[in-house]
């Protein structure tokens, strides 16, 4: 069986996000970067897919600048077997990242697109179901287990929704997106990163691939929340519910 | 410059034969996008035997409420309603696509953006027109930095989030309900739906309630949240939810998650208990309007937010607060 997943170079989940004094953009200076969790989880799931079945090719791709190397890498030291790199440097929304992925898809031929259900920086969630929508495939989203038999022309997954879990078969080739429950992702280890330095890593470009990677989302403006500021101290819980019952909030 | 009137499709969301509250966020958001530009919208409701939903949606001064049902749409599968949507959008020649942000949505409207080549947002906070098209806001980084974006092409997708919006006007005249032709054998089958857990209690949905109380890390076991959180919850009529922590812990599931991967929540009353605070957490309820924190550690960032805060322990002042309420 043949895995593609997609990693996405992310901000470090506990950067602080910070502007830059002229307002051109978010800070990255000083900012350490890392695989999107979700997705490194997807690959996780594929790692262990392969660990069962014995066998399994695992490609892992991302887009961007050249720095998406350091994730890739990453990626392989966990245990892909080859990396691609989609070289683009302007902004990219997730039609275009889809479109980019479809062509990917197409040349790879993978039975199973595994990757994260969201990333952590534009918070999203699209890009899976787009790139199946493109493909005209199966989707199962936001799934915490996944079954997935040598030889099966289906995958059995365990879908995360805001109800409850839901159970779902798809039809292969699919793409499946993974929530946080679905596994916890194994550390690189330094035989790992070793290994790595040997594997294959392939650089194309959207033109190479013939797609047409323009961004329909335009962002103009970025700003900083505004902070909630700390209210009050109450020492008794006959303080807090007169409060609340003041504000007739109870 | 006059805006080109846009035509909208508000794709509803209904459960166990009920429409989610949330689904009036979206139409709120038509009508003020209407409102602003001279448009008009539909209302398009997929499932099987939910007449009652589309009845429900009748009053909201939409052109028609489109109704798609058919056996195949027992369940919400993403491969159907994608395509369904798509080619609605495509014989409405609608504009923009709206739902509000959910798990259903999320599944099954960018699929729908894909089919129809247009660009997506979601979880939009405010959509204003601006010269001959609209600006669009939403939070990224974990609700920490909101951006101002555009969407270029003819169809613009998005989600809103449910807490932005208030409810939506009524109208005098109830709009009409049209039957959309559902050829089942032309449908695409490559989900299959299985089986669904029962929802696990009867409390309602931490995005629709008025009150939400949540537990976090200082909660011990399954029954202690129970008893605590659950309890409380039950007095004031409320929802309940939870921290991460405690979803990791196995301690409740998934589905009560609060924050930036699970459920957003803005609820008039905001009862966090035990819940550190941290930003991935504090990002799906800071909206509250009013925060209450009880934690043991008075330097919890919760206490950064919240509109009341009180140190102690959550074993001794929820009994209390139980009490004191029953």
Request: hydrophobic share 45%.
């Given at each position: 069986m043949k895995f593609l997943v997609p990693l996405k170079r992310v901000f470090d989940p506990d950067t602080k996000i910070r502007l830059r004094v002229d307002g051109s953009g978010l800070e990255t200076d000083g900012v350490k970067y890392s695989i999107n969790p979700f997705d490194a989880i997807a690959l996780e799931e594929a790692l262990r897919v392969r660990d069962q079945h014995g066998t399994a090719e695992i490609v892992v791709v991302s887009i961007g600048a050249s720095d998406c190397q350091e994730q890739l890498r990453a990626g392989l030291a966990m245990g892909a077997d080859r990396a691609l790199l989609i070289r683009h440097e302007a902004e990219i929304d997730s039609l275009a990242v889809a479109k980019i992925l479809a062509a990917v898809f197409r040349r790879e031929q993978p039975q199973v697109v595994l990757m994260g259900k969201q990333a952590i920086d534009d918070d999203s969630n699209q890009t899976g179901q787009m790139l199946a929508g493109l493909l005209g495939i199966g989707q199962a989203t936001f799934i915490s287990k996944l079954t997935l038999p040598v030889d099966s022309v289906w995958a059995t997954c365990s879908r995360e929704t805001d109800s409850g879990l839901e159970s779902v078969k798809v039809s292969l080739p699919a793409v499946i997106t993974a929530d946080l429950r679905l596994n916890e992702p194994r550390y690189v280890t330094a035989l790992g990163i070793m290994k790595a330095k040997k594997k294959p890593l392939e650089e194309l470009t959207p033109a190479e691939l013939g797609v047409d990677a323009t961004s329909r989302t335009r962002t103009h403006k970025l700003a900083l929340a505004s902070k909630r500021s700390a209210g009050i101290r109450v020492h008794s819980v006959d303080e807090l519910l007169q409060k609340l019952r003041d504000e007739t909030l109870i | 410059m006059p805006l080109n009137p846009p035509h909208l499709l508000v794709i509803a969301e209904h459960e166990q034969g009920q429409?989610?509250?949330?689904t009036l966020a979206a139409v709120s958001c038509a009508q003020l996008i209407c409102k602003a530009s001279g448009g008009r919208f539909d209302i398009l409701v997929l499932g099987h035997e939910i007449g009652s939903v589309a009845e429900a949606l009748r009053k909201y001064g939409a052109s028609q409420v489109l109704l798609a049902d058919s056996?195949?749409?027992?369940n919400p599968l993403a491969d159907k309603s994608g395509d369904l949507i798509s080619k609605q959008a495509q014989q409405s020649a609608a504009t923009m696509v709206l739902a509000a942000s959910s798990t259903f949505s999320k599944d099954i409207l960018p699929r729908a953006a894909a089919l129809l080549d247009a660009g997506m947002l979601t979880d939009v906070l405010a959509v204003a027109p601006e010269g001959d098209d609209y600006t669009f806001q939403r939070a990224l980084y974990a609700g920490n930095v909101i951006a101002t974006v555009t969407l270029d092409g003819p169809v613009k997708v998005f989600t809103v989030r449910a807490s932005a919006f208030k409810a939506p006007l009524l109208n005098d005249q109830e709009s009409p309900i049209a039957a959309v032709d559902v050829n089942a054998a032309s449908l695409p089958d490559q989900i299959h739906f299985l089986s669904r857990d029962e929802k696990p209690s009867g409390r309602p949905d931490a995005t629709e309630a008025r009150i939400v109380v949540s537990g976090g890390r200082a909660m011990k076991n399954s029954e202690d949240f129970e008893r605590l959180v659950g309890g409380l919850a039950d007095v004031l009529g409320a929802a309940v939810g939870s921290s991460r922590a405690l979803v990791d812990a196995g301690?409740?599931?998934?589905?009560l998650q609060i924050g930036q991967t699970g459920k957003v929540v803005a609820p008039d009353l905001y009862i966090g208990l035990g819940i550190s605070g941290a930003i991935q957490h504090l990002a799906g309820m800071k909206d509250s309007k009013r925060i209450v924190a009880v934690n043991l550690d008075s330097e919890a960032p919760i206490f950064d937010v919240a509109d009341y805060g009180l140190v102690g322990d959550v074993y001794q002042i929820v009994p209390e607060l139980i009490e004191k309420l029953k």
């Open positions: - | 429409l989610k509250s949330a056996a195949e749409l027992q301690i409740t599931p998934n589905a």
